[in-house]
Each structure stands twice: as C-alpha cells, then as structure tokens.
T-cell receptor, first 116, second 113 residues
Framework: DSGVTQTPKHLITATGQRVTLRCSPR?????VYWYQQSLDQGLQFLIQ???????AKGNILERFSAQQFPDLHSELNLSSLELGDSALYFC???????????????FGPGTRLTVL | GNSVTQMEGPVTLSEEAFLTINCTYT??????LFWYVQYPGEGLQLLLK?????DKGSNKGFEATYRKETTSFHLEKGSVQVSDSAVYFC????????????FGAGTRLFVKA
C-alpha cells in the first residue's frame, strides 16, 4: 500500500459525459501528479500540482482539467468524453516539488475509466 | 523533445536466468533516470533511480547505471525469480520548475519456474 488513495476504482460512462476522479496523496506530500495509461499511448504524464499550484504540464487535453485543494487532495475532471479516453488514470504524490535524491513518487492503484 | 526507448517484450526467462532490459533516452538537459515496476492490477512502484552520470541505482538485486556517453540506463538482474514477473518501465524526469516524467513503453517480463 503506497498510501495514495484514488476513487472510484472503476468508472463506466458514455461518450459526451463528464467525470471527476479523486486522489488523496500520502500524508505530508505536497506534490500530486496525474498520469494516463492506455494500450495505444502507453503511460503519459498529464499534470503536476504542488501545494495547490500547477507546476508542470504534459500531454493533457483541453477537455481535461485538474486542481489541488487546500487539504492537498486533487481532482481530475474529464469532459466531453470520447471512446479514446478509456484508460487507467494514476495519481502519484511526492514530498517535494521536483526531483532529487530523496524525492520519490508514490503511485495510487488507479481509476479504470471505460467510455462506451 | 525528450524521449525514452526500451526493448519490446514480452521477455520470457526461466528462474535464475540473467535479465537485461535495454533502455536508451534522448534528453537536452541532465535528467534523472528511473526504473519502475508494475505488478498485475497495481500502480507503479519505484524500483531504482540514478540522478547523475555514472550513478548506479540498485534495489532487490536489480541494478542500472546511468551512462551519459551511450545515453543508456539498462536494467539487469543476475538471477530472476518467478515473483519478478511484472511490467518494467524506464523513465526520465526533468526538473522544469516542476517535475515532468516521461516513460518508455514498458517491457513485460515472464519468469517460468
């Protein structure tokens, strides 16, 4: 158990809909990262928040948005869903802002999104 | 842009065999390099890392050396076990004011008893 929790575990929805994925980081971790894992795209970095502020952005679509709240939990919002958005969405957390000898990312178990 | 290329799988080995999974990278700066492991139905776990050239990361019998001259970070283990069966991801991370991680495609390893 990494200490990172994600809800829900599974989500099935229809094209055009909007969903919200939730992540609670490990206690004391200030950074939250979101990743998408799909068969055709592999594992892709989406976005990083540190203490409520966006700090790094990857291949995140405009239909997707995220935020980190004052209690440090984070939500990833996916809207106007398409079939191709079906994937595993992972959240990770770390103590600090950026890489370093002691700054390790801990991954949650993921949310499996199926768009029908 | 930066990228990571790792050998395609699946790799199938017998227990106690020697493992090598090749990984090369392209980066403009001085990234940190990582190997992550993903067991079935689970999230990724950090296996080992190296933050600068010639560093060797090691953990649980696995090791990899950051080779800047060949832009490589190959994963090795001298004697694999059935419990090592998993998907292994090579990754690099850049410090850009945040921390962006780029992953390779992953290599699935099957170890037979």
């Amino acid at each position: 158990d990494s200490g990172v929790t994600q809800t829900p575990k599974h989500l099935i929805t229809a094209t055009g809909q909007r969903v919200t994925l939730r992540c609670s980081p490990r206690s004391g971790d200030l950074s939250v990262y979101w990743y998408q894992q799909s068969l055709d795209q592999g594992l892709q970095f989406l976005i990083q928040y540190y203490n409520g502020e966006e700090r790094a952005k990857g291949n995140i679509l405009e239909r997707f948005s995220a935020q980190q709240f004052p209690d440090l939990h984070s939500e990833l919002n996916l809207s106007s869903l398409e079939l191709g958005d079906s994937a595993l969405y992972f959240c990770a957390s770390s103590v600090g802002l950026a890489g370093g000898r002691y700054n390790e990312q801990f991954f949650g178990p993921g949310t499996r999104l199926t768009v029908l | 842009g930066n990228s990571v290329t790792q050998m395609e799988g699946p790799v199938t080995l017998s227990e106690e065999a020697f493992l090598t999974i090749n990984c090369t990278y392209t980066a403009t700066g001085y990234p940190s390099l990582f190997w992550y492991v993903q067991y079935p139905g689970e999230g990724l776990q950090l296996l080992l890392k190296a933050t600068k050239a010639d560093d060797k990361g090691s953990n649980k019998g696995f090791e990899a050396t950051y080779r800047k001259e060949t832009t490589s970070f190959h994963l090795e283990k001298g004697s694999v076990q059935v419990s090592d069966s998993a998907v292994y991801f090579c990754a690099l991370s850049e410090n850009t004011g945040g921390f962006k991680t780029i992953f390779g495609a992953g290599t699935r390893l099957f170890v037979k008893a």
